[in-house]
């Protein structure tokens, strides 16, 4: 204990209770938040915004629109001139039958659906846009098809089912274009 009371009586460098230290400054006030404490959900939300139009964009640019649709009798003369040349039998008829439908229904705008010959010459007959004609024209061709494909191979002369049915097209297509065929003005 003695050794401790010895140097308790000395002198300590370093405390003093005097005013030779500067005078410390007052604190500052509150700092004020930082750019991304105050606007960083904003430029998170503008960055994020910016990225997905950036990728739409180059997504458009990648995947260009499909070309738009052919028309029904560019379709329906492509699809016939495969069976050009072919022996005419029951699926060549069925075939060159079945595209002359197709054509029909989307170039006068049937109502679609599977039908039989007799379903489909009902609602031809019924529809007023195609004419008489035209009509006929359709429903002979469409029943001789019938005929062909389902009676006993014999040694009739060909049908000439392919070019039939193209002659059909553009008797349609030039019923289409003239004006007697256009709907009546109101």
Request: net charge positive; aromatic share 8%.
């Amino acid at each position: 204990m003695i050794p401790l009371l010895l140097f308790s009586a000395l002198p300590v460098f370093g405390q003093t209770n005097s005013p030779s230290w500067p005078a410390l400054a007052p604190p500052y006030g509150e700092l004020p938040p930082t750019f991304g404490e105050r606007y960083g959900t904003i430029v998170w939300i503008g960055v994020c915004l910016a990225a997905a139009v950036v990728a739409f964009f180059v997504w458009k640019k990648c995947h260009p629109q499909p070309p738009p649709p052919l028309p029904p009798e560019t379709v329906a003369r492509r699809a016939l001139t495969k069976w050009r040349g072919r022996p005419e039998d029951g699926k060549v008829l069925s075939d060159i039958s079945q595209v002359l439908r197709r054509y029909v229904t989307e170039a006068f705008a049937l109502p679609p659906g599977e039908r039989t010959t007799a379903e489909f010459c009902a609602v031809l007959a019924g529809h007023k846009t195609i004419g008489a004609e035209l009509t006929q024209a359709v429903i002979s061709f469409l029943r001789e098809c019938d005929a062909r494909k389902f009676s006993p191979a014999d040694s009739r002369a060909p049908l000439h089912a392919v070019q039939r049915a193209l002659e059909l097209i553009d008797l349609a297509e030039k019923s289409k274009t003239s004006p007697a065929s256009a709907p009546p003005q109101k």
